[in-house]
């Protein structure tokens, strides 16, 4: 594990200026790594999917209990080192390590077996696009563990009624049921950021039953949230081409016309995608 004094020696070592724009703030205390890993729930049958390893903390302590640990590094200064890093400090599971270096975002396919579990420490400004991406492109992840702002996790785990779903909650719960699971302080990183951040767990579960695609249903939630104070006929006026049709639609998938985006379940989003004139 790194310590402190690790982190930073590794940083200037590198000449590192973490910078904001890339979220670059590194775990410095391992007690936190092992939480994280252990809230997880990863074990040696598990292919680990790790985005922004950033100096390695989170990978070697994945490294210590998964089978496997693929990660995702963007930054090419922090991706030259890390395999040195784990060679280092984790000579006996090296082999079992795999560096891609790239964005997550624009990731299309990763070397060897299909991952099963992504867990990482995730920049706010990309958290949720990267989680969404990831669970879509690789099916076989079946659970994970991901470290997002606080207010990101209170978006990603709220449910229908909550003043903080929206989008990000709708569209995860596509794909998986969301839960938080704990909360991390700001002295943990260096350098320390000025929020909290959160645990998020996901476990992927069966979408919703549906004839829409998921590309129509997410058409819709972005409908239906991206003029949130507005009546559901109102908001969705667009993709039907207007409110009228759009409350026939509505009535046909069993939604009140005159409720709001934040009061559906996925599964209504899905109901409502169905009534959409096709091509």
């Known amino acids: 594990m790194l310590d402190p004094s690790t982190v930073r020696a590794l940083a200037a070592e590198l000449e590192l200026r973490p910078t904001k724009t890339r979220g670059q703030n590194f775990v410095t205390d ?62 006996g599971q090296a082999d079992r390590f795999t560096l891609v270096v790239g964005d997550a975002l624009a990731v299309t396919e990763l070397p060897g077996a299909p991952a099963t579990a992504l ?18 492109l690789f099916p076989s992840i079946e659970h994970g563990l991901v470290m997002v702002q606080s207010e990101v996790a209170d978006r990603l785990v709220a449910g229908p009624g909550s003043r903080t779903y929206g989008v990000p909650s709708a569209k995860v719960a596509w794909y998986a049921e969301a839960t938080r699971v704990g909360n991390v302080p700001p002295t943990v990183f260096w350098p320390v950021p000025n929020v909290d951040s959160g645990l998020v767990r996901i476990t992927r579960r069966p979408a919703p039953p549906t004839t829409a695609t998921r590309e129509q249903v997410f058409a819709v939630i972005d409908a239906a949230f991206g003029q949130r104070r507005k009546m559901l006929r109102s908001a969705l006026a667009g993709v039907f081409g207007s409110s009228a049709a759009a409350s026939q639609a509505l009535v046909a998938a069993g939604i009140d016309p005159t409720s709001r985006g934040e009061t559906l379940t996925v599964a209504d989003f899905a109901a409502i995608a169905e009534q959409v004139p096709r091509d």
């Open 30 to 91: 391992a007690n936190t790594v092992r939480r994280i890993v252990a809230l997880a729930g990863l074990g040696p049958d598990d292919r680990v999917v790790e985005v922004g390893p950033g100096l390695g903390s989170l990978t070697l302590g994945l490294l210590e209990v998964a089978g496997s640990v693929t990660a995702i590094e963007i930054d090419e200064l922090l991706a030259g080192r890390l395999p040195r890093t784990v060679a280092e400090r984790a000579p």
């Open 119 to 136: 867990v990482a420490n995730l920049p706010y400004n990309v958290s949720v696009p990267v989680i969404l991406h990831l669970l879509a």
